[in-house]
């Protein structure tokens, strides 16, 4: 993916000479921009007490299960056979839910993720469409991504516009 993203890039700064002399390129650090962006940081300390949330669950649980090994150990010697197994059935079952609760949770925080960050992308790269239009750009670049083979000066840094665009300071 990568490698062709390169090939595409190297493709167009080759054939760049060919394409009309009216063309204007700018670049913006597209992850520069998203770290300034205000609803950012909101997004991300909701992200952290969400995260802190599954996390105290999953401890409470895992502390129940050591609770619950130890307690096993502990009488293990002198349980039944029958006894013995039923308690390493729960045991398992204990470790599963556990182990399920990790996935689910994980899933979670992605999903959480995407809801919350979702807009702020969006907004950033409405922001990026306009101030190109404005500026009567034909390509934008972004620099964060490591593809961007030559930037010359007369390349347009968009990042101080968008900026302006929404608000940030």
């Given at each position: ?99 399920n609760f990790q996935q689910l949770a994980q899933q979670e925080v992605q999903k959480k993720q995407k809801e ?54």
């Open positions: 993916m990568k490698n062709a993203l390169r090939t595409l890039v190297l493709f167009f700064v080759l054939f760049a000479g060919s394409v009309s002399a009216q063309t204007k390129i700018g670049h913006i650090n597209f992850q520069q921009l998203l770290s300034v962006m205000p609803e950012r940081a909101a997004a991300t300390k909701q992200m952290e007490t969400h995260g802190r949330s599954l996390e105290e669950q999953l401890t409470a649980l895992q502390t129940d299960f050591q609770a619950k090994v130890a307690e096993y150990q502990k009488g293990s010697a002198t349980m039944t056979d029958i006894v013995r197994s039923t308690k390493e059935g729960e045991l398992r079952d204990m470790q599963q839910r556990i182990q919350l960050f979702q807009p702020i992308l969006e907004k950033a790269q409405e922001a990026v469409k306009n101030v190109a239009k404005d500026q009567g750009m034909t390509y934008v670049l972004d620099t964060s991504s490591g593809v961007v083979l030559y930037q010359s000066n007369e390349s347009i840094d968009i990042l101080p516009l968008v900026k302006v665009k929404l608000g940030i300071k």
